[in-house]
């Protein structure tokens, strides 16, 4: 093993007198000597920051592996620069939660239909990327942009609401519980924002929750809220709501556990008494927290 080989030695003055020169094999009794401090400039490298449509799904397939670890919220982060990367990552989201069923996936629309438009136009656009979106009530789908402060590089920008839309979501469950509504003003309540790139009028908003799609709204005096707590579902359910799916998604995590340990015994009246026994209290936990009547 060799020391410092790679940087030019001090060959003038007395500084390294009496020291091992550079390329002296590490020892006992070896002192190393002092090398200059030289700046390199590095080349041939590529600048490449922007993750593909392909190396983003790769990414993404890591997550349709049941056994990996447990997993509530799988954010789209931004669309893609093009409608057709958006609808491809959208439906690649609501894919893998379809086929993984425990878990939600949040999506935004592309930033050039939104950013810099009037709310008119961009009610519009919202409405046709909607549109080209697979039915799940695993997806949840939010209405743009907010403007706020990124401290990392010190500049204003616009980021999509996805990740904020999934926080009122963990909000809810700490502050509530995971099946009560995350959207208005007490638990709905979006952080960090300057101003939102669009901010649907009612009439506008009635268009938007039509499409399926969840309106992020400033009100003056009430701050900027999630205004809607619809999932993807193309049809009226009681799955086209986010607490009803967050109430199976608790209540089926909880269960399977629960289940977990009674595979392999007896299929008998003890096994079946020892799982009731088990899961009736969890249930009528849940309905003194008014997650269910029955």
Do not use: H
């Not at 609501?94 to 950013?115: A, G, H, Q, T």
């Not at 080209?132 to 990124?150: E, H, M, N, P, R």
């Amino acid at each position: 093993m060799y020391a410092g080989a790679q940087l030019p030695e001090i060959t003038t003055g007395s500084l390294n007198n009496g020291l091992s020169p550079l390329g002296t094999q590490i020892g006992s009794g070896v002192t190393a000597d002092y090398i200059v401090g030289t700046t390199y400039q590095l080349t041939g490298g590529a600048n490449q920051l922007e993750a593909t449509l392909g190396e983003r799904q790769i990414a993404y397939n890591k997550f349709t592996t049941e056994n990996i670890s447990d997993l509530d919220y799988l954010l789209q982060g931004p669309s893609g620069t093009n409608e057709s990367d958006a609808t491809a990552i959208g439906n690649f989201l609501i894919s893998i939660v379809e086929e993984r069923r425990d878990c939600m996936c949040f999506l935004s629309p592309p930033r050039f239909k939104v950013v810099g438009l009037d709310s008119e136009a961009a009610t519009e656009n919202i409405e046709q990327w909607a549109d080209t979106l697979t039915s799940s009530s695993y997806a949840v789908f939010d209405s743009g942009y907010k403007y706020a402060f990124d401290r990392f590089n010190d500049v204003y920008r616009y980021i999509p609401l996805n990740g904020d839309v999934a926080g009122t979501l963990v909000f809810t469950s700490l502050e509530a519980e995971p099946y009560y509504s995350p959207a208005g003003i007490s638990r709905g309540q979006i952080r960090n924002v300057v101003k939102l790139a669009y901010n649907p009028s009612k009439p506008q908003r009635d268009v938007l929750y039509a499409a399926r799609v969840n309106p992020v709204v400033t009100f003056p005096g009430e701050g900027t809220v999630l205004f809607g707590d619809k999932t993807g579902l193309a049809y009226s359910s009681a799955f086209d709501r986010i607490n009803v799916r967050r109430l199976f998604l608790v209540v089926e995590k909880e269960i399977a556990e629960i289940a977990r340990v009674n595979l392999f015994e007896f299929n008998d009246q003890v096994t079946r008494t020892l799982f009731k026994n088990n899961v009736n209290p969890f249930l009528r936990d849940i309905q003194s927290k008014r997650g269910m009547f029955d």
